[in-house]
């Protein structure tokens, strides 16, 4: 079983940067990929951002794509989400994923309970 826990999330200006954690346990996690969502008040929840096993290919939401990066330490078992230029448009509640293909990019097997982030005008 694999659990995660997301944090660094809070509130932050317009323009200013956040960035988000996803520390995993229960299983290395170095051949699973790694994926970021988001669910704002009354909206269906989408996908941010994934990174893949081995290459760590990465993929990003046309609405992120420039100013957010996702990324891997496999040695600490961590994801990332480094979000820069935030807009009030990203206020959500993140959610970090987990599934042991090396390649998917909407399906996950495991979630983070998720981490508040509100982006003030």
Avoid: H
């Avoid at 893949?52 to 957010?68: C, E, H, K, M, P």
Wanted: aromatic fraction near 12%.
């Amino acid at each position: 079983q694999v659990a995660l826990v997301e944090s660094g999330g809070g509130l932050v200006q317009a323009g200013g940067s956040l960035t988000l954690s996803c520390a995993a346990s229960g299983r290395t996690l170095n051949t699973y990929t790694m994926g970021w969502f988001r669910q704002a008040p009354g909206k269906e929840r989408e996908f941010v951002a994934r990174i893949s096993a081995g290459l760590g290919i990465t993929n990003y939401a046309d609405s992120v794509r420039g100013r957010f990066t996702i990324s891997r330490d496999n040695a600490k078992n961590t994801g990332y989400l480094q979000m820069n230029s935030l807009k009030p448009e990203d206020t959500a509640v993140y959610y970090c994923a987990a599934d042991p293909k090396r390649d998917t990019y909407y399906t996950y097997s495991y979630w983070g309970q998720g981490t508040q982030v509100t982006v003030s005008s």
